[in-house]
């Protein structure tokens, strides 16, 4: 049973940074990919940012990248978020997910997800 949770996430004011923390517990082989998903009032899920296990590949969406960094410890099972010049329009329910065989993949790709975690950006 692969279980994630996320955390870090808060109210921050424009220009803030957060770092978002997604811990697991029973990974198996079938956690290729990791990834960071956000879902904005009254909008769609997207993929943020991606990485594989080994920390290899790291892909982000073009709005972030450049202030979001996705990284990786397999030896604390942690994948983590940095986000940094935090804007309004990163205000969203943030996910960490697993278990996509590849990172190109869409939401439906992904075999676990955590709960998610808040954030907020005031202007």
């Known amino acids: 049973q692969v279980q994630l949770q996320e955390s870090g996430g808060g109210s921050v004011a424009t220009g803030g940074s957060l770092i978002l923390s997604c811990t697991a517990s029973g990974y198996t082989d079938s956690s290729y990919c990791l990834g960071w998903f956000r879902q904005a009032p009254g909008g769609e899920r997207e993929r943020v940012a991606t990485i594989y296990m080994g920390g290899g590949n790291p892909s982000y969406v073009p709005s972030v990248k450049g202030r979001f960094t996705i990284s990786q410890d397999n030896a604390k099972n942690t994948l983590y978020l940095q986000m940094k010049n935090l804007k309004p329009e990163d205000t969203a329910m943030y996910y960490c997910?697993?278990?996509?065989?590849?990172?190109?993949?869409?939401?439906?790709?992904?075999?676990?997800w955590g709960q998610g975690t808040q954030v907020t950006v005031s202007s």
């Open positions: 997910a697993a278990g996509a065989a590849y990172c190109a993949g869409g939401e439906n790709d992904y075999l676990y």
